[in-house]
């Protein structure tokens, strides 16, 4: 078995990767405004537009990763989505760059349901949480790299350039899909089969991914708009900002590992990502109330409010996959993730126009209540998953096969 953390390697570089595109992105946005002349709604469009292209193929995705195995979707969607955004560095305008990134985007979403289901295969319950945590550092880690190159590239070859690294970031990431990524084991014999309702007619799946989708607005608001934020309103130079996106990524990376390991000792996936999200409330409401303190004062606040709201995305990505099996994960993560990433694309273009309509501390302020909208969504996933818990202590423990809390529900594989 340890030929897991290959996997997990394999996973953790095809999620890097497609993340330096959609978290990288917002680090170029003085340079995509300077060239194109556009509106803040239209930054946020430009943002929104690979996010837009993973929501429509997700779940698609991951019903062919279980169908046909992890490798040919990782190594397929990644080669796409690199000769897409290579049409998007030769594109002649603003139109032909949004319909690049979206095409990237649709190619790009094979790595989140890919390797995701992977790994939920290579890795048990009790490393899963953890697992997952690593696999979705490859989020911030994307957007850390890309925020302190990208501007760097751009500043010395244009966007052509920057796009042009994205795009052999993904083919590398295809080249080692195609070298390393295998199926999993054979399920142990006597362990038993998740028994729950198909991923499309369970509705404790529908209710965590509205609920991660409300919570996911505020990460995907503050990382699009740190840079603009810091250089219009703070008077930071592009790769000062950039600077701090770094860091803001950095530490989102550190905390996802934390959250997962946290959430392995608990046993509890939902619990946790209710927790967060509260936190993540009262941080961005204190930087609504500070807007005009000082920088050492604000800055703190804020960036410790977008690293806490960016911390439980894989808790949420576990919870999916555990609530319909290991034979479904595929189409469960598809699922969750594409209600997720809706929200995380819709949330800059309603963020830069609140911004514009407004001001700075009102959208926070609704950024706040989104979080707040997820956290009480959630709430009736709490108990379902503590009794979760319970019946499968029983059973290891040699109590009852079925247990009244969670009528059809077994442990999964």
Do not use: K
């Amino acid at each position: 078995m340890r030929y897991r953390w290959v996997i997990l390697l394999v996973g953790l570089a095809a999620q890097t990767a497609v993340s330096a595109v959609r978290q990288g992105l917002p680090s170029l946005t003085p340079t995509v405004r300077a060239e194109f002349g556009l509106s803040l709604p239209q930054v946020g469009l430009a943002l929104s537009a690979f996010s837009l292209g993973i929501v429509v193929t997700l779940i698609a995705w991951g019903a062919l990763a279980d169908r046909y195995g992890e490798r040919p979707v990782l190594v397929a969607g990644l080669t796409g989505a690199a000769a897409s955004l290579g049409a998007g560095a030769l594109a002649p305008g603003f139109a032909g760059l949004v319909v690049a990134l979206f095409v990237a985007g649709a190619f790009g979403a094979s790595a989140t349901g890919g390797s995701g289901r992977a790994i939920m295969g290579w890795f048990g319950r009790g490393e899963r949480g953890t697992a997952l945590g690593i696999r979705q550092m490859g989020v911030p880690l994307g957007g850390a790299a890309a925020a302190v190159t990208l501007p760097l590239l751009a500043a010395a070859g244009g966007l052509d350039a920057a796009l042009l690294a994205l795009a052999v970031a993904c083919l590398l990431a295809a080249l080692a899909s195609a070298r390393w990524m295998r199926d999993a084991p054979p399920r142990p014999a006597g362990r038993p089969r998740v028994i729950a309702p198909p991923p499309f007619r369970d509705r404790r799946l529908w209710r965590l991914a509205v609920g991660s989708a409300l919570l996911v607005a505020a990460q995907s608001a503050l990382f699009g708009f740190l840079v603009l934020f810091l250089h219009d309103e703070r008077g930071w130079s592009p790769a000062a900002a950039g600077g701090a996106l770094a860091t803001l990524y950095a530490l989102g990376a550190v905390a996802r590992v934390a959250a997962g390991r946290i959430s392995d000792r608990l046993e509890r996936r939902i619990a946790p990502v209710r927790r967060l999200g509260l936190v993540a409330s009262a941080l961005l409401a204190a930087s609504a109330v500070l807007v005009a303190a000082p920088d050492g004062v604000l800055v703190p606040v804020l960036l410790a409010a977008a690293v806490t709201a960016a911390s439980w995305n894989g808790l949420s990505f576990t919870a999916a996959g555990e609530l319909s099996g290991r034979e479904r994960a595929g189409t469960a993560m598809g699922i969750q993730n594409t209600v997720l990433s809706a929200g995380a694309a819709l949330a800059p273009v309603g963020f830069g126009a609140m911004v514009a309509l407004t001001s700075w501390p009102v959208a926070w302020g609704l950024l706040c209540l989104s979080q707040l909208a997820g956290v009480l969504v959630l709430g009736p996933l709490v108990g379902e998953e503590e009794g979760r818990r319970r019946a499968r202590a029983a059973r290891e423990a040699g109590g009852t096969l079925r247990g009244p809390s969670e009528p059809g529900i077994r442990s999964h594989a």
